[in-house]
Protein backbone atom coordinates (compact mmCIF):
# COMPACT_ATOMS: atom_id res chain seq x y z
CA UNK A 1 0.00 0.00 0.00
CA UNK A 2 1.47 3.71 -0.91
CA UNK A 3 1.51 6.49 1.32
CA UNK A 4 -1.01 8.10 -0.02
CA UNK A 5 -3.21 5.14 0.48
CA UNK A 6 -1.85 4.51 4.01
CA UNK A 7 -3.28 8.05 5.07
CA UNK A 8 -6.19 8.08 3.24
CA UNK A 9 -7.31 4.12 5.41
CA UNK A 10 -5.58 5.77 8.74
CA UNK A 11 -8.19 8.52 8.29
CA UNK A 12 -11.13 6.66 7.42
CA UNK A 13 -10.14 4.72 10.84
CA UNK A 14 -10.17 7.60 12.80
CA UNK A 15 -13.61 8.71 11.35
CA UNK A 16 -15.72 6.17 11.69
CA UNK A 17 -15.97 5.87 15.70
CA UNK A 18 -16.08 9.28 15.92
CA UNK A 19 -19.43 9.38 13.23
CA UNK A 20 -20.80 6.81 15.16
CA UNK A 21 -20.12 8.34 18.28
CA UNK A 22 -22.11 11.61 16.66
CA UNK A 23 -24.55 9.58 14.80
CA UNK A 24 -25.49 7.67 18.30
CA UNK A 25 -25.70 11.25 20.32
CA UNK A 26 -23.24 9.72 23.20
CA UNK A 27 -22.48 12.27 26.39
CA UNK A 28 -19.60 11.91 28.83
CA UNK A 29 -20.36 13.52 32.28
CA UNK A 30 -19.39 13.36 35.52
CA UNK A 31 -19.61 14.79 38.64
CA UNK A 32 -16.74 15.28 41.25
CA UNK A 33 -17.97 15.81 45.11
CA UNK A 34 -15.44 15.66 47.80
CA UNK A 35 -15.97 16.57 51.53
CA UNK A 36 -13.72 17.40 54.26
CA UNK A 37 -15.65 16.06 57.49
CA UNK A 38 -14.93 16.24 61.17
CA UNK A 39 -16.81 13.60 63.08
CA UNK A 40 -17.78 13.09 66.92
CA UNK A 41 -18.89 9.34 66.73
CA UNK A 42 -19.69 9.34 70.37
CA UNK A 43 -18.49 5.41 70.61
CA UNK A 44 -20.26 4.88 67.22
CA UNK A 45 -18.12 1.82 65.58
CA UNK A 46 -19.59 2.27 62.20
CA UNK A 47 -18.19 5.71 61.56
CA UNK A 48 -14.80 6.70 62.21
CA UNK A 49 -14.23 9.52 64.92
CA UNK A 50 -12.43 12.78 63.79
CA UNK A 51 -10.56 14.20 60.72
CA UNK A 52 -11.62 12.18 57.13
CA UNK A 53 -11.46 13.36 53.67
CA UNK A 54 -14.25 11.67 52.02
CA UNK A 55 -15.50 11.18 48.27
CA UNK A 56 -19.23 11.26 48.17
CA UNK A 57 -20.60 9.58 45.22
CA UNK A 58 -18.15 11.12 42.85
CA UNK A 59 -19.10 9.09 39.46
CA UNK A 60 -18.44 9.43 35.63
CA UNK A 61 -20.63 8.68 33.09
CA UNK A 62 -21.69 8.01 29.40
CA UNK A 63 -24.93 7.91 28.08
CA UNK A 64 -26.25 7.95 24.56
CA UNK A 65 -29.25 7.53 22.31
CA UNK A 66 -30.23 7.34 18.54
CA UNK A 67 -32.50 7.84 16.06
CA UNK A 68 -34.57 4.83 15.09
CA UNK A 69 -37.15 6.47 13.10
CA UNK A 70 -40.68 6.98 13.60
CA UNK A 71 -40.26 8.78 17.16
CA UNK A 72 -38.57 5.74 18.19
CA UNK A 73 -35.00 5.99 20.41
CA UNK A 74 -32.73 3.46 21.06
CA UNK A 75 -30.66 4.56 24.48
CA UNK A 76 -28.01 3.38 26.92
CA UNK A 77 -26.34 4.39 29.77
CA UNK A 78 -22.97 3.09 31.63
CA UNK A 79 -22.11 5.27 35.27
CA UNK A 80 -19.32 4.58 37.49
CA UNK A 81 -18.80 5.52 41.40
CA UNK A 82 -15.05 6.78 41.55
CA UNK A 83 -13.54 6.73 44.97
CA UNK A 84 -11.71 10.23 44.70
CA UNK A 85 -10.37 9.90 48.23
CA UNK A 86 -9.08 6.64 50.67
CA UNK A 87 -11.95 4.16 50.95
CA UNK A 88 -10.46 0.90 52.18
CA UNK A 89 -7.92 2.20 55.15
CA UNK A 90 -4.95 2.23 52.86
CA UNK A 91 -3.86 5.84 52.40
CA UNK A 92 -0.51 4.68 50.33
CA UNK A 93 -2.81 2.38 47.39
CA UNK A 94 -4.48 5.46 45.75
CA UNK A 95 -7.59 3.25 46.37
CA UNK A 96 -6.98 0.69 43.88
CA UNK A 97 -10.24 -1.46 42.42
CA UNK A 98 -12.37 1.11 43.78
CA UNK A 99 -15.25 1.17 41.20
CA UNK A 100 -18.83 0.59 41.61
CA UNK A 101 -21.34 0.36 39.49
CA UNK A 102 -24.53 2.88 39.37
CA UNK A 103 -27.24 2.89 37.14
CA UNK A 104 -26.44 1.06 33.97
CA UNK A 105 -28.62 0.38 31.08
CA UNK A 106 -30.08 -0.81 27.72
CA UNK A 107 -33.96 0.72 26.31
CA UNK A 108 -36.10 2.01 23.82
CA UNK A 109 -37.62 5.25 23.97
CA UNK A 110 -40.58 7.09 22.27
CA UNK A 111 -43.68 9.09 22.56
CA UNK A 112 -45.21 5.95 24.70
CA UNK A 113 -42.54 6.66 27.70
CA UNK A 114 -39.55 4.87 28.34
CA UNK A 115 -38.78 0.91 28.85
CA UNK A 116 -34.92 -0.07 29.88
CA UNK A 117 -33.35 -2.89 31.11
CA UNK A 118 -30.15 -3.19 33.49
CA UNK A 119 -29.39 -1.67 37.04
CA UNK A 120 -31.08 1.39 37.78
CA UNK A 121 -32.77 2.90 41.19
CA UNK A 122 -36.26 1.96 41.39
CA UNK A 123 -39.69 3.88 41.26
CA UNK A 124 -39.52 3.67 44.74
CA UNK A 125 -36.67 5.74 45.45
CA UNK A 126 -36.83 8.08 42.28
CA UNK A 127 -39.96 9.18 43.76
CA UNK A 128 -38.68 11.59 46.30
CA UNK A 129 -35.17 11.75 45.18
CA UNK A 130 -36.05 15.65 44.54
CA UNK A 131 -36.74 16.10 47.52
CA UNK A 132 -33.65 15.36 49.51
CA UNK A 133 -31.96 18.74 49.56
CA UNK A 134 -28.67 17.05 51.47
CA UNK A 135 -28.66 14.44 49.11
CA UNK A 136 -25.08 12.40 49.19
CA UNK A 137 -23.35 14.88 51.50
CA UNK A 138 -23.33 13.76 55.42
CA UNK A 139 -26.64 14.64 55.92
CA UNK A 140 -28.40 12.43 53.29
CA UNK A 141 -31.84 11.28 54.71
CA UNK A 142 -30.89 7.87 53.39
CA UNK A 143 -28.28 7.94 56.42
CA UNK A 144 -29.57 10.39 58.88
CA UNK A 145 -33.52 9.17 59.15
CA UNK A 146 -32.68 5.59 57.44
CA UNK A 147 -35.03 5.96 54.62
CA UNK A 148 -34.95 2.61 52.25
CA UNK A 149 -33.78 3.59 49.12
CA UNK A 150 -32.19 0.57 46.34
CA UNK A 151 -30.31 0.71 43.26
CA UNK A 152 -31.69 -2.58 41.65
CA UNK A 153 -29.45 -5.47 39.91
CA UNK A 154 -31.77 -6.65 37.55
CA UNK A 155 -34.36 -4.80 36.74
CA UNK A 156 -37.12 -4.33 33.67
CA UNK A 157 -38.59 -0.33 34.12
CA UNK A 158 -40.81 1.60 32.45
CA UNK A 159 -41.48 5.24 32.84
CA UNK A 160 -44.62 7.14 31.22
CA UNK A 161 -44.44 10.33 29.37
CA UNK A 162 -46.01 13.22 31.49
CA UNK A 163 -49.46 13.58 31.17
CA UNK A 164 -53.00 15.15 32.56
CA UNK A 165 -51.00 18.38 33.16
CA UNK A 166 -47.80 17.17 35.22
CA UNK A 167 -48.43 13.05 36.42
CA UNK A 168 -45.72 10.52 35.85
CA UNK A 169 -46.12 6.91 36.35
CA UNK A 170 -43.67 4.46 36.73
CA UNK A 171 -42.78 0.80 37.93
CA UNK A 172 -40.04 -1.60 38.07
CA UNK A 173 -40.12 -5.34 38.20
CA UNK A 174 -36.75 -7.09 39.16
CA UNK A 175 -35.70 -11.20 38.69
CA UNK A 176 -33.09 -11.78 41.79
CA UNK A 177 -31.61 -14.83 39.82
CA UNK A 178 -31.06 -16.00 43.55
CA UNK A 179 -30.01 -12.75 45.15
CA UNK A 180 -31.73 -11.51 48.38
CA UNK A 181 -32.06 -8.33 49.97
CA UNK A 182 -29.71 -9.25 52.89
CA UNK A 183 -26.72 -10.48 51.01
CA UNK A 184 -27.20 -14.04 51.01
CA UNK A 185 -28.13 -16.57 47.87
CA UNK A 186 -31.54 -18.51 47.78
CA UNK A 187 -32.20 -20.91 44.83
CA UNK A 188 -35.88 -20.23 45.75
CA UNK A 189 -35.81 -16.61 44.74
CA UNK A 190 -35.99 -17.69 41.18
CA UNK A 191 -39.22 -15.70 40.07
CA UNK A 192 -39.36 -12.90 36.91
CA UNK A 193 -40.73 -10.27 39.41
CA UNK A 194 -39.51 -11.69 43.04
CA UNK A 195 -39.83 -7.75 43.76
CA UNK A 196 -41.16 -4.51 42.18
CA UNK A 197 -41.62 -0.91 42.62
CA UNK A 198 -44.08 1.34 41.54
CA UNK A 199 -43.96 5.17 41.99
CA UNK A 200 -47.07 8.16 40.98
CA UNK A 201 -45.23 11.68 40.63
CA UNK A 202 -47.09 14.50 40.04
CA UNK A 203 -44.95 18.42 39.24
CA UNK A 204 -47.08 20.99 38.15
CA UNK A 205 -45.55 24.96 38.54
CA UNK A 206 -44.65 25.31 42.73
CA UNK A 207 -46.11 21.46 43.38
CA UNK A 208 -44.97 18.26 44.28
CA UNK A 209 -46.59 15.01 45.14
CA UNK A 210 -45.55 11.61 45.18
CA UNK A 211 -46.49 8.47 46.14
CA UNK A 212 -44.62 4.62 45.90
CA UNK A 213 -45.08 1.35 47.31
CA UNK A 214 -42.35 -1.55 46.99
CA UNK A 215 -42.36 -5.49 48.02
CA UNK A 216 -39.72 -8.07 48.10
CA UNK A 217 -40.88 -11.74 48.34
CA UNK A 218 -39.96 -13.84 51.56
CA UNK A 219 -37.86 -15.54 49.17
CA UNK A 220 -35.66 -12.36 48.96
CA UNK A 221 -35.05 -12.27 52.37
CA UNK A 222 -34.37 -15.27 54.30
CA UNK A 223 -33.94 -18.77 52.58
CA UNK A 224 -36.73 -21.10 52.14
CA UNK A 225 -39.02 -18.04 52.78
CA UNK A 226 -38.82 -18.46 56.42
CA UNK A 227 -39.75 -14.56 56.72
CA UNK A 228 -43.03 -12.48 55.76
CA UNK A 229 -42.61 -10.34 52.62
CA UNK A 230 -41.61 -7.03 52.85
CA UNK A 231 -43.51 -3.87 51.72
CA UNK A 232 -42.61 -0.28 51.76
CA UNK A 233 -44.93 2.48 51.51
CA UNK A 234 -43.81 6.32 51.07
CA UNK A 235 -45.79 9.82 50.29
CA UNK A 236 -43.88 13.07 49.78
CA UNK A 237 -44.74 16.77 49.09
CA UNK A 238 -42.83 19.86 47.82
CA UNK A 239 -43.86 23.58 47.69
CA UNK A 240 -40.85 26.32 45.83
CA UNK A 241 -41.99 29.30 46.30
CA UNK A 242 -39.79 32.12 44.82
CA UNK A 243 -37.15 31.97 47.06
CA UNK A 244 -38.40 29.35 49.14
CA UNK A 245 -38.27 25.86 49.33
CA UNK A 246 -40.05 23.21 51.83
CA UNK A 247 -40.49 19.72 51.31
CA UNK A 248 -41.67 16.48 53.77
CA UNK A 249 -41.45 12.53 53.09
CA UNK A 250 -43.20 10.01 55.27
CA UNK A 251 -42.61 6.28 54.92
CA UNK A 252 -43.77 3.08 56.84
CA UNK A 253 -42.40 -0.38 56.43
CA UNK A 254 -44.11 -3.60 57.17
CA UNK A 255 -41.89 -6.56 58.23
CA UNK A 256 -38.37 -4.89 57.89
CA UNK A 257 -35.76 -6.88 57.63
CA UNK A 258 -33.04 -4.75 58.64
CA UNK A 259 -35.50 -3.73 61.70
CA UNK A 260 -35.78 -7.42 62.91
CA UNK A 261 -38.89 -7.94 61.40
CA UNK A 262 -40.51 -4.92 62.77
CA UNK A 263 -42.68 -1.98 61.14
CA UNK A 264 -40.94 1.35 61.54
CA UNK A 265 -41.80 4.59 60.51
CA UNK A 266 -39.34 7.72 59.48
CA UNK A 267 -40.14 11.13 58.56
CA UNK A 268 -38.44 14.07 57.41
CA UNK A 269 -39.77 18.37 56.67
CA UNK A 270 -36.49 19.97 55.08
CA UNK A 271 -36.30 23.67 54.22
CA UNK A 272 -34.68 26.08 52.02
CA UNK A 273 -34.28 29.66 51.17
CA UNK A 274 -32.20 31.09 48.51
CA UNK A 275 -30.45 34.53 48.44
CA UNK A 276 -28.18 35.54 45.67
CA UNK A 277 -25.63 32.65 44.77
CA UNK A 278 -26.34 31.49 48.61
CA UNK A 279 -28.80 28.53 49.54
CA UNK A 280 -29.52 28.09 53.87
CA UNK A 281 -31.08 24.78 54.23
CA UNK A 282 -32.35 23.06 57.32
CA UNK A 283 -34.01 19.55 58.09
CA UNK A 284 -35.08 17.72 60.95
CA UNK A 285 -36.45 14.13 60.88
CA UNK A 286 -37.73 11.10 62.97
CA UNK A 287 -37.50 7.65 62.45
CA UNK A 288 -40.00 5.25 65.13
CA UNK A 289 -38.34 2.45 65.46
CA UNK A 290 -41.48 0.20 66.46
CA UNK A 291 -41.37 -2.47 69.22
CA UNK A 292 -38.03 -3.91 69.13
CA UNK A 293 -36.29 -1.26 67.12
CA UNK A 294 -34.77 1.71 68.92
CA UNK A 295 -36.03 5.47 67.79
CA UNK A 296 -33.63 8.10 66.84
CA UNK A 297 -34.26 12.06 65.78
CA UNK A 298 -31.71 13.77 63.59
CA UNK A 299 -31.36 17.34 62.39
CA UNK A 300 -29.06 19.17 60.19
CA UNK A 301 -28.34 22.68 58.78
CA UNK A 302 -26.36 23.84 55.82
CA UNK A 303 -25.19 26.75 53.77
CA UNK A 304 -24.64 26.51 49.92
CA UNK A 305 -22.55 28.85 47.94
CA UNK A 306 -22.94 28.69 43.76
CA UNK A 307 -19.86 29.60 42.19
CA UNK A 308 -21.74 28.78 39.24
CA UNK A 309 -24.63 26.44 38.12
CA UNK A 310 -21.79 23.60 37.93
CA UNK A 311 -19.39 24.34 40.80
CA UNK A 312 -21.08 24.63 44.49
CA UNK A 313 -19.32 24.72 47.83
CA UNK A 314 -20.91 24.05 51.66
CA UNK A 315 -21.06 23.82 54.84
CA UNK A 316 -23.41 21.74 56.94
CA UNK A 317 -23.86 20.64 60.72
CA UNK A 318 -25.88 17.39 61.18
CA UNK A 319 -26.43 15.81 64.62
CA UNK A 320 -27.99 12.19 65.00
CA UNK A 321 -29.75 11.11 68.03
CA UNK A 322 -30.61 7.54 68.80
CA UNK A 323 -31.68 5.67 71.50
CA UNK A 324 -29.40 2.30 70.10
CA UNK A 325 -26.53 2.01 72.21
CA UNK A 326 -23.45 3.54 70.99
CA UNK A 327 -25.19 5.08 67.68
CA UNK A 328 -25.56 8.86 68.65
CA UNK A 329 -23.09 11.22 66.22
CA UNK A 330 -23.08 14.70 65.24
CA UNK A 331 -20.16 15.91 62.65
CA UNK A 332 -19.46 19.29 60.28
CA UNK A 333 -18.56 18.82 56.82
CA UNK A 334 -17.21 20.89 54.04
CA UNK A 335 -17.40 19.95 50.05
CA UNK A 336 -17.11 21.36 46.98
CA UNK A 337 -18.78 19.62 44.49
CA UNK A 338 -18.27 20.21 40.50
CA UNK A 339 -20.48 18.88 37.49
CA UNK A 340 -19.53 18.51 34.04
Given at each position: ?14 V?P???M??SNV???G?A??S???V ?11 W ?18 N ?5 F ?10 NN????D?D ?10 VG ?10 G??DT ?13 D ?5 NN??K ?15 T?L ?23 DA?G ?9 M ?7 L ?8 D ?8 S????LY ?12 I ?11 T ?9 Q ?10 A????Y???D???G???Q????V??DH??S??TT????W ?23
Open positions: MNKKLLTVAVAAAMAMSASATLYKHIQDYDADSNADLFDGDTVSRASRLGVKGSEDLGGLKGIKMEFQIAMTDDDINNGGSIKMRNSYLSGNWGTALIRHPFKISTGRLDLFARMADYTVFFDVRADNAVAYVSPMGGLTLAGAIVSPGGSTVTGGKDGDPADAYSVAAYSNGPFFAAAHEFYSDMITPGGADDFKRVGAGFNWEAFTNGIFEAHDSDPAGGEDPTMWVQGQWKFGNNLKAMGDYGDDAEDSTYAGLNFKRAYLLTDVDSDAADADYKGASLGVIHKF
